[in-house]
């Protein structure tokens, strides 16, 4: 089994923040972490400094590599910086 994590903290939520499936919407500092694994990227989201996780709305999602991995884990974390409620993003990478 392969499997490949990426984290960034200190990522601020543009304005409407992000969207997880426990809590709605999350602003301010935060945590995005993608762990990857069996053609699958699993995305969450902490408070920075905090030790609850969430998963962000759209997560999982299929993802062939753990180079579409890191590609989506960057894709996520300029979406969370956009904020409008952001989702992880719709993926296609070109495998």
Do not use: I, K
């Amino acid at each position: 089994m392969s499997w490949a994590s990426w984290t960034t903290r200190n990522v601020y939520t543009g304005r409407g923040g992000a969207l997880t499936e426990e809590t709605g919407v999350m602003t301010g500092n935060l945590t995005v972490h993608t762990t990857w694994a069996d053609g699958t990227a699993q995305v969450a989201l902490q408070y920075t400094g905090a030790t609850d996780w969430f998963t962000m709305t759209g997560s999982p999602t299929p993802c062939p590599s753990e180079e579409s991995s890191r590609a989506l884990h960057d894709a996520v974390v300029q979406a969370v910086r956009n904020g409008a409620g952001a989702m992880v993003p719709a993926w296609a990478p070109q495998e």
